[in-house]
């Protein structure tokens, strides 16, 4: 099973297919039974179509990066504001991979079949089987990534897990310092309060589901690995700074 998912991966008109069924099943929850409100999808229009690597916070396993999907398919067709009538997906781009926990992607034949659509599957540094472990790169993976990247769009999510504020992965530092892509943040809110942690099932309808797509980076590519990976995490707000903002605002709203 596996070797057929990931034949099928290369092949445009199959994922196109992938994209097409995916999309049509998740629209409704992202756009109907949600809002979704997206801010700043006319930067996609200006991108090259390949080296770009774009870094996010993350709210659920599956919710954030298919409602990605959804943006960058729509902006295709010239649509910034939000998704309209989704005739995108009789034609979505095909060159976009994103970067995903091998263990994340087996629980179902839905998480299979969406892997086989542009998954590119690494081994957790941190985590496998539930246990915390202490590993290096797999210098696979960082190839797999190179390759993607050398051909199209990449989606990333430094931390590597849905918990707020968790600190950034060096890998995805090393990948950016390596590569030299054009790193785009990303924003995202309200998905963690819509969905549950795999982001497939619904835990609160009509909830506001924000998409911030910021102005590509600044980076130095000879700063060391920690300087990017800092500058990566400020971007997605995700760092010291933006934590203690957030406690700062929660401190506020109890005093009143």
Known sequence: MSTFFERIKNLNLLRRVVYGVVGAATYPGIALINKLQ????????????????????????????????HIFFAAKWGRYKGLGIPYYLLNPITKIYYVAAAETMKDTWLTRLFASAGALTVKRTWRAEGKEVQRGLDPGDTRKIARALNDSWVITFPQGTTKPFAPGRKGTAYIIKQNQPIVVPIVINGFWRAFNKKGLKFKKRGSLLSVTIKEPMNIDYNAPVEEILDQVMDAIEQSKKYMLKGKHHLMSVIDK
């Open 38 to 69: 997206v801010n700043g999808a006319e930067r996609l229009k200006d991108l090259p179509k390949r080296n770009v690597l774009f870094v996010s916070n993350h709210q659920t396993y599956f919710a954030d990066v298919i409602t990605f999907l």
